[in-house]
T-cell receptor
């Protein structure tokens, strides 16, 4: 079975500073990787996904992530955050043709002025 | 138009009651899911349906019974509610086998 570990439970950051959220996964087979964002009292929204191909994936709202197979990582980055990026971020993994996502425990990002 | 909609958004009920949460998706997806998010925000799959057939049942108590009348709907019925059932329940859908899921806004269930 596949699993995901998000290495940071909380990340405080100042507005316009860069941010990196770390995600490691474990799986014995090829996987798909995802980052989702959950704004307060809302559902989850897909930020970006890696299915295959280029290891650098660009998503919405200026986020990007890099798939590193040798380090089994899929870290999320944004060069300059806004107050509106304050949210919970979830890394998730699934296998091709699987019927579920396995989520990490989430990282709370708090952006301060 | 809302892609995945679930109702109600909030549900407060007493222990022992039976309640249902409804979910509908207008994306034409084959696969629908129920996820549970606990008080620590941890998300875990409960059920997965593909073309109205149950694919995944992740050791959920049998007080929880999903029903999929058609591909676009997946409802969740909960019998004999317990305090520990308090959580946010998310419905989601995806194209078959692609993992990329679209989530509803969630139903915050509070059992008192």
């Amino acid at each position: 079975a596949q699993s995901v570990t998000q290495l940071d439970s909380q990340v405080p950051v100042f507005e316009e500073a860069p941010v990196e959220l770390r995600c490691n996964y474990s799986s014995s087979v090829s996987v798909y990787l995802f980052w989702y964002v959950q704004y307060p009292n809302q559902g989850l929204q897909l930020l970006l996904k890696y299915l295959s191909g280029s290891t650098l994936v660009k998503g919405i709202n200026g986020f990007e992530a890099e798939f590193n197979k040798s380090q089994t990582s899929f870290h999320l980055r944004k060069p300059s955050v806004h107050i509106s990026d304050t949210a919970e971020y979830f890394c998730a993994v699934s296998r091709p043709n699987d019927y579920k996502l396995s989520f990490g425990a989430g990282t709370t990002v708090t952006v301060r002025a | 138009d809302t892609a995945v909609s679930q109702t109600p958004k909030y549900l407060v009920t007493q222990m022992g009651n039976d309640k249902s949460i409804k979910c509908e998706q207008n994306l034409g997806h084959d696969t629908m899911y129920w996820y549970k998010q606990d008080s620590k925000k941890f998300l875990k799959i409960m059920f997965s349906y593909n073309n109205k057939e149950l694919i995944i049942n992740e050791t959920v108590p049998n007080r929880f019974s999903p029903k999929s009348p058609d591909k676009a709907h997946l409802n969740l019925h909960i019998n004999s509610l317990e305090l520990g059932d308090s959580a946010v329940y998310f419905c989601a859908s995806s194209p078959m086998g692609q993992g990329k899921a679209f989530f509803g806004q969630g139903t915050r269930l509070t059992v008192v």
